[in-house]
Nanobody, 124 residues
Framework: QVQLVESGGGSVQAGGSLRLSCAAS????????MGWFRQAPGKDREFVAA????????LYADSVKGRFAISRDNAKNTVYLQMNSLKPEDTAVYYC?????????????????WGQGTQVTVSS
């Protein structure tokens, strides 16, 4: 069992930055592929970024590539999402997710554990 707690959300103007954190407890984070997803009001949950167990492989949605960066610190059982050049369309609840796997996946259905989410609001 893995428990995930996100933090770092908030309100920012367009062009600004935020850094989300996801603290994991319950099991060794290093055995899990980690992902970030987001869900805007009235929309489906969508993939944002994912990182392999060691941190050596990362995947990004096209909409955030070049602006967001996912990283992890297995010693601290924490995963980060650095978000730069934020746009109003980035406004959503951001969720951290984990799966005990070797495959870095974009599919939400592949992830077994989810946090409660943190709100990110970007104003124009």
């Amino acid at each position: 069992q893995v428990q995930l707690v996100e933090s770092g959300g908030g309100s920012v103007q367009a062009g600004g930055s935020l850094r989300l954190s996801c603290a994991a407890s319950g099991r060794d984070l290093g055995r899990n592929v980690m992902g970030w997803f987001r869900q805007a009001p009235g929309k489906d949950r969508e993939f944002v970024a994912a990182v392999s167990r060691s941190g050596g492989i990362t995947l990004y949605a096209d909409s955030v590539k070049g602006r967001f960066a996912i990283s992890r610190d297995n010693a601290k059982n924490t995963v980060y999402l650095q978000m730069n050049s934020l746009k109003p369309e980035d406004t959503a609840v951001y969720y951290c997710a984990a799966v005990r796997s070797f495959d870095v996946s974009r599919r939400a259905s592949q992830y077994d554990y989810w946090g409660q989410g943190t709100q990110v609001t970007v104003s124009s």
